[in-house]
Protein backbone atom coordinates (compact mmCIF):
# COMPACT_ATOMS: atom_id res chain seq x y z
CA UNK A 1 0.00 0.00 0.00
CA UNK A 2 0.91 3.69 -0.31
CA UNK A 3 2.68 5.67 2.06
CA UNK A 4 2.34 9.42 2.54
CA UNK A 5 3.04 12.53 4.82
CA UNK A 6 0.84 14.27 6.66
CA UNK A 7 1.68 17.45 7.84
CA UNK A 8 -0.11 19.68 10.51
CA UNK A 9 2.61 22.32 11.05
CA UNK A 10 5.94 23.42 10.54
CA UNK A 11 7.36 21.09 13.02
CA UNK A 12 4.28 18.27 12.21
CA UNK A 13 5.43 15.95 9.70
CA UNK A 14 4.56 12.02 9.88
CA UNK A 15 4.66 9.39 7.93
CA UNK A 16 1.34 7.31 7.39
CA UNK A 17 1.23 4.28 5.49
CA UNK A 18 -2.34 2.86 4.27
CA UNK A 19 -2.30 -1.43 5.24
CA UNK A 20 -5.20 -2.83 3.27
CA UNK A 21 -6.38 -5.91 5.25
CA UNK A 22 -8.80 -9.25 4.02
CA UNK A 23 -12.60 -7.87 4.91
CA UNK A 24 -13.03 -9.71 8.76
CA UNK A 25 -9.63 -8.74 10.16
CA UNK A 26 -8.79 -5.70 12.54
CA UNK A 27 -12.54 -5.76 13.86
CA UNK A 28 -12.97 -3.01 16.30
CA UNK A 29 -16.07 -4.08 18.81
CA UNK A 30 -15.69 -1.34 21.28
CA UNK A 31 -16.57 -3.28 24.43
CA UNK A 32 -19.78 -4.04 23.21
CA UNK A 33 -19.35 -7.80 22.96
CA UNK A 34 -21.91 -9.76 24.83
CA UNK A 35 -24.38 -12.49 25.16
CA UNK A 36 -26.80 -10.99 23.39
CA UNK A 37 -30.65 -12.57 23.35
CA UNK A 38 -30.84 -13.48 19.49
CA UNK A 39 -34.27 -14.19 17.63
CA UNK A 40 -33.40 -14.70 13.84
CA UNK A 41 -36.91 -13.91 11.87
CA UNK A 42 -37.92 -15.27 9.15
CA UNK A 43 -38.21 -13.86 5.70
CA UNK A 44 -36.39 -10.38 3.98
CA UNK A 45 -35.07 -7.09 6.12
CA UNK A 46 -34.91 -4.14 4.17
CA UNK A 47 -33.44 -1.08 5.57
CA UNK A 48 -33.37 2.25 2.95
CA UNK A 49 -31.48 5.45 4.48
CA UNK A 50 -31.11 8.98 3.25
CA UNK A 51 -28.14 10.43 1.66
CA UNK A 52 -26.10 13.07 3.09
CA UNK A 53 -24.45 16.37 2.25
CA UNK A 54 -21.73 17.17 4.75
CA UNK A 55 -21.07 20.92 5.13
CA UNK A 56 -17.76 20.75 7.32
CA UNK A 57 -15.78 19.23 9.82
CA UNK A 58 -15.28 21.08 12.69
CA UNK A 59 -11.45 20.17 13.46
CA UNK A 60 -9.50 17.93 10.98
CA UNK A 61 -6.77 17.14 13.55
CA UNK A 62 -9.02 15.44 15.47
CA UNK A 63 -9.35 12.63 12.84
CA UNK A 64 -7.94 10.24 10.57
CA UNK A 65 -7.98 6.57 8.82
CA UNK A 66 -8.81 4.21 11.72
CA UNK A 67 -9.63 7.25 14.10
CA UNK A 68 -13.21 8.62 13.92
CA UNK A 69 -13.76 11.67 15.29
CA UNK A 70 -13.15 15.36 14.35
CA UNK A 71 -16.84 16.64 14.55
CA UNK A 72 -18.89 17.94 11.66
CA UNK A 73 -22.24 19.18 10.21
CA UNK A 74 -24.54 18.04 7.46
CA UNK A 75 -28.46 17.23 7.02
CA UNK A 76 -30.36 14.06 4.94
CA UNK A 77 -31.52 14.40 1.81
CA UNK A 78 -34.13 11.90 -0.57
CA UNK A 79 -31.13 10.03 -2.27
CA UNK A 80 -31.24 6.44 -1.41
CA UNK A 81 -29.57 3.37 -0.23
CA UNK A 82 -30.86 0.24 0.93
CA UNK A 83 -30.08 -3.26 1.93
CA UNK A 84 -32.02 -6.53 2.16
CA UNK A 85 -31.17 -9.14 4.23
CA UNK A 86 -31.95 -12.63 5.28
CA UNK A 87 -30.74 -14.81 8.10
CA UNK A 88 -29.40 -18.46 6.62
CA UNK A 89 -28.17 -21.34 7.80
CA UNK A 90 -24.30 -20.45 7.47
CA UNK A 91 -22.16 -18.19 5.55
CA UNK A 92 -22.33 -14.56 3.49
CA UNK A 93 -24.01 -14.36 0.25
CA UNK A 94 -23.63 -10.65 -1.29
CA UNK A 95 -25.36 -9.28 -4.27
CA UNK A 96 -23.66 -5.73 -4.44
CA UNK A 97 -20.18 -4.65 -6.27
CA UNK A 98 -18.66 -3.31 -3.40
CA UNK A 99 -18.79 -6.73 -1.32
CA UNK A 100 -16.45 -6.11 0.48
CA UNK A 101 -17.05 -3.00 2.80
CA UNK A 102 -20.51 -5.04 3.19
CA UNK A 103 -18.95 -8.53 3.90
CA UNK A 104 -16.18 -6.49 6.49
CA UNK A 105 -19.44 -5.06 8.45
CA UNK A 106 -21.15 -8.13 8.28
CA UNK A 107 -18.46 -10.25 10.69
CA UNK A 108 -18.07 -7.13 12.49
CA UNK A 109 -21.63 -7.62 13.66
CA UNK A 110 -21.52 -11.44 14.21
CA UNK A 111 -18.45 -10.94 16.18
CA UNK A 112 -20.33 -8.22 18.80
CA UNK A 113 -23.41 -9.82 18.41
CA UNK A 114 -22.77 -13.82 18.64
CA UNK A 115 -24.29 -14.21 15.89
CA UNK A 116 -23.17 -18.11 14.38
CA UNK A 117 -25.44 -17.88 11.25
CA UNK A 118 -25.22 -16.61 7.46
CA UNK A 119 -26.96 -13.84 5.88
CA UNK A 120 -28.31 -13.30 1.98
CA UNK A 121 -27.61 -9.51 1.46
CA UNK A 122 -28.63 -7.79 -1.49
CA UNK A 123 -27.80 -4.22 -1.89
CA UNK A 124 -28.70 -0.81 -3.63
CA UNK A 125 -26.63 2.16 -3.92
CA UNK A 126 -27.80 5.76 -5.18
CA UNK A 127 -24.97 5.69 -7.64
CA UNK A 128 -23.64 9.04 -6.75
CA UNK A 129 -20.11 8.10 -5.47
CA UNK A 130 -17.13 10.48 -4.90
CA UNK A 131 -19.51 13.60 -4.99
CA UNK A 132 -20.22 14.79 -1.74
CA UNK A 133 -23.28 12.29 -0.84
CA UNK A 134 -21.79 9.98 1.02
CA UNK A 135 -22.25 6.72 -1.06
CA UNK A 136 -20.21 4.75 1.69
CA UNK A 137 -21.28 5.75 5.07
CA UNK A 138 -25.66 5.76 3.69
CA UNK A 139 -24.94 2.12 2.67
CA UNK A 140 -23.21 0.88 5.79
CA UNK A 141 -25.79 2.78 7.91
CA UNK A 142 -28.61 1.26 5.96
CA UNK A 143 -27.25 -2.28 5.56
CA UNK A 144 -26.42 -2.47 10.04
CA UNK A 145 -29.88 -1.93 10.65
CA UNK A 146 -30.95 -4.78 8.36
CA UNK A 147 -28.80 -6.59 10.20
CA UNK A 148 -29.79 -6.02 13.62
CA UNK A 149 -33.37 -6.23 12.34
CA UNK A 150 -32.47 -9.89 10.88
CA UNK A 151 -30.92 -10.68 14.01
CA UNK A 152 -33.75 -9.53 16.60
CA UNK A 153 -32.89 -5.93 16.92
CA UNK A 154 -30.00 -6.57 19.58
CA UNK A 155 -28.13 -3.59 19.25
CA UNK A 156 -29.08 0.40 19.75
CA UNK A 157 -29.10 2.45 16.60
CA UNK A 158 -26.03 4.87 18.71
CA UNK A 159 -24.40 1.43 19.18
CA UNK A 160 -24.21 0.70 15.88
CA UNK A 161 -23.51 4.15 14.46
CA UNK A 162 -20.11 3.66 16.46
CA UNK A 163 -19.52 0.27 15.62
CA UNK A 164 -19.86 1.15 12.10
CA UNK A 165 -17.67 4.86 12.41
CA UNK A 166 -14.73 2.46 14.12
CA UNK A 167 -14.95 0.09 11.41
CA UNK A 168 -15.34 2.52 8.29
CA UNK A 169 -13.51 1.34 5.22
CA UNK A 170 -13.11 1.59 1.89
CA UNK A 171 -12.26 -1.02 -0.59
CA UNK A 172 -8.83 -1.72 -2.16
CA UNK A 173 -8.23 -2.40 -6.04
CA UNK A 174 -7.41 -6.06 -5.09
CA UNK A 175 -10.94 -6.83 -3.01
CA UNK A 176 -9.36 -6.54 0.48
CA UNK A 177 -10.29 -2.91 2.43
CA UNK A 178 -8.45 -0.11 4.08
CA UNK A 179 -9.72 2.31 7.18
CA UNK A 180 -11.10 5.43 5.49
CA UNK A 181 -12.51 9.01 6.98
CA UNK A 182 -15.69 8.78 9.20
CA UNK A 183 -16.64 11.98 11.25
CA UNK A 184 -19.80 10.21 12.21
CA UNK A 185 -22.08 13.15 10.23
CA UNK A 186 -23.25 11.00 7.94
CA UNK A 187 -24.72 7.92 9.63
CA UNK A 188 -26.25 10.42 12.53
CA UNK A 189 -28.63 12.20 10.04
CA UNK A 190 -28.97 9.37 7.99
CA UNK A 191 -30.52 7.70 11.39
CA UNK A 192 -32.55 10.80 12.79
CA UNK A 193 -33.00 12.86 9.40
CA UNK A 194 -32.92 16.75 9.01
CA UNK A 195 -29.65 19.02 9.86
CA UNK A 196 -27.35 17.23 12.51
CA UNK A 197 -23.86 18.11 14.35
CA UNK A 198 -21.60 15.98 15.67
CA UNK A 199 -18.90 16.35 17.76
CA UNK A 200 -15.82 14.31 18.21
CA UNK A 201 -15.50 10.36 18.87
CA UNK A 202 -18.87 10.57 16.96
CA UNK A 203 -21.07 12.05 19.14
CA UNK A 204 -24.31 13.09 18.50
CA UNK A 205 -24.32 16.56 19.71
CA UNK A 206 -27.88 18.41 18.10
CA UNK A 207 -30.11 17.54 15.62
CA UNK A 208 -33.07 19.18 14.12
CA UNK A 209 -35.89 19.20 11.40
CA UNK A 210 -34.36 21.81 8.39
CA UNK A 211 -35.99 22.92 5.60
CA UNK A 212 -38.85 20.82 5.36
CA UNK A 213 -41.23 22.92 2.97
CA UNK A 214 -37.68 23.94 0.44
CA UNK A 215 -36.35 21.76 -2.48
CA UNK A 216 -33.19 20.86 -2.57
CA UNK A 217 -30.82 20.45 -5.83
CA UNK A 218 -27.47 19.09 -6.36
CA UNK A 219 -25.44 20.61 -8.59
CA UNK A 220 -22.31 19.12 -9.94
CA UNK A 221 -19.49 21.64 -11.45
CA UNK A 222 -17.19 20.47 -14.28
CA UNK A 223 -14.05 19.43 -12.56
CA UNK A 224 -11.38 17.37 -13.42
CA UNK A 225 -9.75 17.11 -9.89
CA UNK A 226 -10.26 13.65 -7.50
CA UNK A 227 -12.39 14.15 -4.83
CA UNK A 228 -11.22 10.27 -3.74
CA UNK A 229 -7.48 8.34 -2.51
CA UNK A 230 -4.39 9.52 -2.33
CA UNK A 231 -5.74 13.37 -3.36
CA UNK A 232 -8.20 13.29 -0.66
CA UNK A 233 -5.82 11.92 1.50
CA UNK A 234 -3.30 14.43 0.80
CA UNK A 235 -5.69 17.19 1.18
CA UNK A 236 -7.19 16.22 4.52
CA UNK A 237 -4.26 15.04 6.43
CA UNK A 238 -2.36 18.15 5.10
CA UNK A 239 -3.57 21.78 4.32
CA UNK A 240 -6.90 20.74 5.58
CA UNK A 241 -5.28 20.44 9.51
CA UNK A 242 -3.32 23.18 9.24
CA UNK A 243 -6.28 25.74 8.55
CA UNK A 244 -8.18 24.22 10.95
CA UNK A 245 -5.78 25.04 13.91
CA UNK A 246 -6.24 28.13 13.07
CA UNK A 247 -10.13 28.17 12.46
CA UNK A 248 -11.79 25.56 14.67
CA UNK A 249 -12.51 27.60 17.23
CA UNK A 250 -14.47 30.49 14.64
CA UNK A 251 -16.29 27.34 13.26
CA UNK A 252 -17.28 26.21 16.65
CA UNK A 253 -18.40 29.69 17.45
CA UNK A 254 -20.79 30.40 14.42
CA UNK A 255 -22.42 26.66 14.99
CA UNK A 256 -23.29 27.36 18.40
CA UNK A 257 -23.84 30.97 18.54
CA UNK A 258 -25.44 31.43 14.95
CA UNK A 259 -26.72 28.11 13.04
CA UNK A 260 -28.05 26.55 16.33
CA UNK A 261 -30.26 29.39 16.73
CA UNK A 262 -31.24 30.01 13.11
CA UNK A 263 -32.42 26.14 13.06
CA UNK A 264 -34.31 26.63 15.95
CA UNK A 265 -36.08 29.86 13.79
CA UNK A 266 -36.97 27.70 10.91
CA UNK A 267 -34.28 30.37 9.53
CA UNK A 268 -33.39 29.03 6.13
CA UNK A 269 -31.50 32.72 5.09
CA UNK A 270 -29.56 32.79 8.46
CA UNK A 271 -28.78 28.87 8.15
CA UNK A 272 -27.54 29.99 4.27
CA UNK A 273 -25.29 33.08 5.69
CA UNK A 274 -23.48 30.97 8.52
CA UNK A 275 -22.80 28.23 6.07
CA UNK A 276 -21.55 30.49 3.65
CA UNK A 277 -19.32 32.11 6.23
CA UNK A 278 -17.88 28.57 7.28
CA UNK A 279 -16.86 27.74 3.45
CA UNK A 280 -14.05 30.50 4.10
CA UNK A 281 -12.83 28.80 7.13
CA UNK A 282 -10.25 25.72 8.03
CA UNK A 283 -10.47 22.62 6.26
CA UNK A 284 -13.37 23.82 4.29
CA UNK A 285 -11.60 26.31 2.27
CA UNK A 286 -9.11 23.97 1.87
CA UNK A 287 -11.83 21.26 0.82
CA UNK A 288 -12.81 24.15 -1.39
CA UNK A 289 -9.93 25.29 -3.06
CA UNK A 290 -8.64 21.64 -3.83
CA UNK A 291 -10.85 21.83 -7.01
CA UNK A 292 -9.28 25.84 -7.77
CA UNK A 293 -11.15 28.92 -7.56
CA UNK A 294 -14.07 28.04 -9.91
CA UNK A 295 -16.37 26.19 -6.90
CA UNK A 296 -15.93 29.61 -5.41
CA UNK A 297 -17.06 31.11 -8.34
CA UNK A 298 -19.64 28.93 -9.01
CA UNK A 299 -21.15 29.33 -5.40
CA UNK A 300 -20.13 33.25 -5.32
CA UNK A 301 -22.30 33.23 -8.48
CA UNK A 302 -25.33 31.21 -7.15
CA UNK A 303 -25.76 33.47 -4.08
CA UNK A 304 -25.74 36.55 -6.38
CA UNK A 305 -28.73 34.73 -7.81
CA UNK A 306 -30.46 35.29 -4.36
CA UNK A 307 -30.60 31.56 -3.63
CA UNK A 308 -30.90 31.26 0.25
CA UNK A 309 -28.46 28.42 0.91
CA UNK A 310 -25.40 27.75 -1.02
CA UNK A 311 -22.73 24.79 0.12
CA UNK A 312 -20.22 22.55 -1.05
CA UNK A 313 -20.67 18.86 0.13
CA UNK A 314 -17.82 17.56 1.96
CA UNK A 315 -14.57 17.48 -0.45
CA UNK A 316 -17.09 18.03 -3.35
CA UNK A 317 -17.60 18.74 -6.07
CA UNK A 318 -21.40 19.07 -5.17
CA UNK A 319 -22.67 21.49 -4.26
CA UNK A 320 -26.25 21.83 -2.25
CA UNK A 321 -28.41 24.59 -3.41
CA UNK A 322 -31.55 24.85 -1.17
CA UNK A 323 -34.64 27.71 -2.19
CA UNK A 324 -38.43 27.80 -2.74
CA UNK A 325 -37.86 28.05 -6.09
CA UNK A 326 -39.04 25.29 -8.66
CA UNK A 327 -37.06 22.99 -10.20
CA UNK A 328 -37.27 25.12 -13.96
CA UNK A 329 -36.51 28.39 -12.33
CA UNK A 330 -33.42 27.31 -10.67
CA UNK A 331 -32.58 25.66 -14.33
CA UNK A 332 -33.15 29.04 -15.65
CA UNK A 333 -31.20 30.58 -13.92
CA UNK A 334 -28.10 28.43 -13.65
CA UNK A 335 -28.56 27.55 -17.52
CA UNK A 336 -26.25 30.90 -18.24
CA UNK A 337 -23.74 30.26 -15.24
CA UNK A 338 -22.88 26.64 -17.78
CA UNK A 339 -24.44 24.53 -15.23
CA UNK A 340 -27.18 22.25 -14.85
CA UNK A 341 -28.76 19.95 -11.99
CA UNK A 342 -27.74 16.81 -11.20
CA UNK A 343 -30.31 15.73 -8.81
CA UNK A 344 -33.67 17.91 -7.66
CA UNK A 345 -34.94 16.42 -3.94
CA UNK A 346 -35.92 17.77 -0.29
CA UNK A 347 -34.40 17.33 2.86
CA UNK A 348 -35.28 14.02 4.85
CA UNK A 349 -36.01 14.90 8.16
CA UNK A 350 -37.46 11.64 8.88
CA UNK A 351 -34.10 9.45 8.97
CA UNK A 352 -33.98 5.59 7.34
CA UNK A 353 -36.80 3.40 8.15
CA UNK A 354 -36.46 -0.66 8.61
CA UNK A 355 -39.34 -2.80 7.02
CA UNK A 356 -39.17 -7.12 7.99
CA UNK A 357 -41.48 -9.29 9.78
Not at 52 to 73: Q, Y
Amino acid sequence: MVKMMIRGGDLDLVEYEFSAFSPGENLQTLGFERAYPLTPVKGKVSAQAPARIHLTVLDMNRFAPGHPGGGGVGFAVEVYCRADVECIPSGIEIDYERSAILRHFAEVFRKVTGYRGGFRITAVDHKLKHVGLGSTSTMLIAFAHALNRAVGSPLTPDQLRFLLGNNFVEETADGRVAFGFETGVGPYVSTYGGMGITGDRLTGVYHHPFAADKNVYIIIPPTEISSAGEREFDLLMNRARNLDYKDRDLKAYLIMMDLIPALERDDLTAVGDVIWEIEFRGSKRAEVEHHGFRIYHYMNLLREQGFEFVGMSSVGPAIALITKHSRAEVQRIIAPLGLEIAVATKVDNTGLWVHGP
